[in-house]
């Protein structure tokens, strides 16, 4: 028995069964059990004196939510958990009294009362879809004293209820509860974005003995940036129709072939196609970030989700710099004759993230797949608009993650002649973006998103012309330290622009509110749906900016043998950002949605 007992599929109501009468126990011992019938089989639920006069609980009885009362008297009732008029499991918290004699709780949604008794609505004869208002009612009975306590339930992997946006529920369970699905939910994303990126770094083992090129290096560092920002989609589509903890679950495992793979067949005298396929199957490290942020976006409120969804991007994307320091120790100490060493070192913690995942992450309860969700997001312009910006920040950020090293290796490979400098100076970036997320997402908090993300873009677009200018002038400290801020300004966009996300939908609801013929609870769960949806969009399209990037830079070192082109295209595409943010959320404007 337990507040938060984790809840089935909503039950269909059962009609008033008056033969089946509450028992009562007034008078019980407190150590004596109750128990809970349901045909021939009775549940234990807890000891007498553990419930509250007053006030309900709630506990799991034959797969249905029963709301269990133990009234000023001292008898107890058991009544249906789920309110007939909202759909809500929240009858357990309703307030308890008496109408002309009759022992009634009151529903906390729409205050209609029902008799402990007999479950009948005192207030209407029939809810909207027609049905009685009456709540089925469980007969109740103490045995005992018991000789000891009951065991606690198994614990279940689906929450009974989940309610962010409420405080009370919140400061008493939801906080808790969010906290440790967060913590994981980085953990696994962590481990996803170092398989992800392990290339980033492989690829600075590969010496003459692997007869590969500097643009087939390129292209080995964008083929794993592809297939993650493919995969994105359905692994955010996968939460909604398995479960957050499921699939995280799944999605740990699934990185276990990627790296088995590369860890069988890199030594040299590989063919270069088996390279190729080998980096493919390590964008399933990349769809784990669309998932993990679809799920941190249903356990926190409004009011928290920047910070919490740029923790866990920043937490996730510290896999990078984490994956990159382990090669470095491998190239300092075992030599980059031994490029195996770094995915045999994550088989066993992707196995020790998988089942820290399946023993402790939860399922939120979910009503709706996101699939239909995703269809009806692609008709509002804001949808590509958030695309094309997300695809600025974290396009940036995961291209520039993978290119960064041979970006150095290329441009300035006099001054760094050995894969342990280049590696050295690899890991500062994608380390600084990282940390700079949550800073990003906190900021658009307090400030707002799109106004973070204008000052944001403007920034970059400056960070790059540095670049091009130390390009041009053979200026490596200028050059290094100008790509450290731009990684510091990518990370801080990526927190800004996903704060934007459920900032821009909660907008639309309250729009669609004023504008009336709304549902107000019927509002939320559309923006929470469109929200989630939009995540798992925007990040695949964010993702397959680094794709761009790694194209940009392999074609103009293939014409030029430099990177100038490619930084004045990313500089141009900073100016159309700022531009954009600026049309569409901070220009003042008759009809401009506010709060973004």
């Not at 679809?294 to 928290?304: D, E, G, M, S």
């Not at 700079?436 to 012309?465: K, N, S």
């Not at 939009?534 to 392999?554: D, P, T």
């Amino acid at each position: 028995m337990t507040d938060t007992a984790h809840a089935p599929t909503a039950p269909t109501e059962q009609p008033v069964r008056p033969q089946d009468p509450p028992a009562q126990a007034a008078g019980a011992a407190p150590d004596a059990l109750v128990e809970i019938g349901d045909g021939d089989t009775w549940t234990s639920v807890c000891r007498y004196g553990d419930l509250t006069p007053g006030r309900g609980v709630t506990a799991l009885v034959g797969g249905e939510q029963v709301a269990l009362f133990r009234d000023a008297d001292g008898a107890l009732h058991a009544l249906a958990n789920r309110d007939p008029f909202s759909g809500a499991y929240v009858i357990s918290r309703g307030v308890t009294g008496s109408r002309a004699g009759t022992p009634v709780v009151t529903s906390p949604m729409y205050k209609q009362a029902f008799d402990l008794r007999t479950g009948n609505c005192l207030d209407e004869e029939s809810a909207p879809d027609g049905t009685p208002a009456a709540l089925r009612t469980w007969p109740v009975r103490t045995t005992g004293p018991a000789t000891s306590p009951p065991p606690p339930p198994p614990r279940a992997r689906t929450l009974a209820e989940w309610r962010p946006e409420d405080p009370e529920f919140w400061e008493r369970v939801g906080a808790r509860i969010a906290r440790r699905n967060l913590w994981l939910s980085v953990l696994t994303e962590h481990i996803g974005f170092s398989i992800w990126s392990m290339w980033s770094v492989l690829v600075l083992f590969l010496g003459p003995e692997y007869g590969i090129d500097a643009a087939g290096k390129f292209t080995l560092t964008a083929v794993p940036t592809a297939v993650g920002a493919a995969l994105r989609l359905p692994y955010t589509a996968a939460v909604a129709r398995f479960g957050g903890r499921n699939w995280t679950v799944v999605s740990a495992l699934l990185l276990l072939l990627p790296t088995a793979f590369v860890a069988v067949v890199l030594e040299p005298g590989v063919s270069y196609s088996t390279l190729l396929l080998a980096a493919a199957v390590a964008g399933v490290g990349g769809g784990n970030f669309a998932s993990s942020m679809a799920n941190i976006n249903a356990f926190y409120p409004q009011r928290l989700k920047g910070r919490a969804l740029g923790i866990n991007a920043g937490g996730g994307n510290l896999g990078v710099p984490a994956v990159q320091l382990v090669g470095l120790l491998i190239l300092a100490t075992a030599g980059a004759a031994h490029p195996r060493l770094l995915p045999m070192v994550y088989l066993p913690l992707i196995a020790l993230t998988a089942v820290v995942a399946a023993l402790r992450m939860d399922n939120v309860p979910t009503t709706r797949r996101s699939g239909p969700a995703l269809r009806e997001i692609t008709r509002d312009r804001h949808t590509w608009v958030m695309s094309l910006l997300y695809l600025g920040t974290f396009g940036s950020f995961i291209g520039f993650s993978f290119a960064f090293g041979l970006v150095l290796q290329a441009q300035f490979h006099h001054q760094l002649d050995t894969p342990v400098k280049v590696a050295c100076l690899t890991v500062l970036g994608p380390l600084l973006g990282s940390l700079a997320r949550p800073v990003g997402g906190a900021w658009a908090d307090r400030h707002g998103g799109a106004r973070v993300t204008l000052a944001t873009f403007g920034a970059m677009a400056v960070g790059t012309a540095l670049i091009l200018t130390a390009s041009r002038l053979d200026l490596p400290a200028l050059f290094l330290a100008a790509f450290a801020g731009l990684f510091v300004l990518s990370g801080i966009g990526n927190g800004s622009t996903y704060r934007m996300i459920p900032a821009l939908h909660r907008a639309k609801a309250r729009h669609r509110l004023l504008t009336g013929g709304t549902d107000p609870a019927e509002a939320e769960a559309t923006a929470q749906r469109h929200a989630t949806a939009l995540i798992g969009l925007a990040g695949a399209i964010g993702a397959f900016g680094g794709v761009l990037v790694n194209a940009a830079f392999r074609q103009s070192f293939l014409t030029a043998h430099n990177g100038d082109a490619a930084y004045l295209a990313f500089l141009a595409f900073y100016v159309l950002c700022s531009a954009l943010t600026w049309t569409v959320y901070l220009r003042p404007a008759p009809h401009r949605l506010s709060g973004v």
